[in-house]
């Protein structure tokens, strides 16, 4: 099954006309495609399905578990399927069934180790601040960004822990939108508080998943953890240079090699 991937398009500011790509049997968008949810509309009506894992900055400005089921509602209404905490199996056309999981999986400030939390959340808490988002009515602070993190990543654990393969499936693809490992750390900024509101260590969750994608770093990345190839297409802020080298039209094989 090939992939097209594409996160971080950042529409409400940004331009860019999403293509098909040739030979993708399905479009994963791993968050971050438009703040004011408008630009989904450019997916209606696509060639083949479209899985959407909702970004950070799809809930700025809202309550989070409010916009949850308003982003589900938007989207369904346009064609696309919703993956935040979900799992759904895709066919490709050998008739091989590919299991997709997808959770933002915020961060839960714990990349440099339980030593180094506090000093974590203290730095996420300017991106908190960015969001002016709330849950449950209550300031969407860096506790409770670290209390949803949590419940998406024993979500997540217990999905992969089901195996890479099983009844129903022949491989895993899990999509998050922060990234599972600090080797998709942003090489211009190297490894430092605020990395840990952009990465989590999920790398012990990685044997149940053949690909991860993942979007939230304006970088591109491809490597290998173990048996695990991690990948991410991110487009950026074009005034920074961040989408230079971006390619919106490759993909990326489940059953390769």
């Not at 989070?64 to 399927?81: F, I, N, T």
């Not at 009515?137 to 993190?149: H, K, M, N, P, S």
Request: glycine content about 10%.
């Amino acid at each position: 099954m090939k992939i097209q991937l594409l996160s971080d398009l950042h529409l409400e500011t940004e331009t860019f006309e999403p293509l098909p790509a040739a030979g993708a049997e399905v479009l994963v968008l791993a968050g971050d495609i438009d703040t004011s949810w408008r630009s989904f509309e450019l997916f209606r009506g696509w060639p083949v399905p479209v899985l959407v894992v909702p970004g950070n900055h799809e809930f700025d400005r809202r309550d989070v578990e409010a916009a949850r089921g308003d982003l589900r509602r938007h989207v369904q209404a346009l064609g696309l399927r919703l993956l935040d905490d979900e799992a759904v199996v895709l066919a490709d056309a050998q008739g091989r069934r590919v299991r997709f999981l997808g959770s933002t999986r915020w961060s839960d400030f714990d990349v440099f180790g339980p030593a180094q939390r506090e000093r974590a959340k203290r730095a996420g808490g300017y991106f908190q601040k960015v969001m002016q988002s709330t849950r449950h009515g209550e300031v969407f602070d860096v506790v409770a960004v670290r209390e949803l993190a949590l419940e998406c990543r024993a979500w997540l654990a217990g999905e992969l822990a089901r195996g890479e393969a099983g009844p129903g499936w022949d491989a895993t693809v899990a999509v998050t939108h922060f990234a599972p490992s600090l080797k998709s750390a942003d090489p211009r900024y190297g490894r430092q508080p605020g990395t840990a509101s952009f990465c989590n260590d999920d790398e012990a969750l990685m044997p149940g998943a053949r690909l991860w994608l993942h979007g939230h770093l304006h970088c591109r990345h491809d490597y290998r953890v173990a048996g695990t190839r991690v990948v991410s297409n991110a487009r950026g802020h074009v005034r920074k240079g961040e989408a230079n080298g971006f390619d919106g039209l490759r993909t990326w094989e489940v059953f390769a090699d």
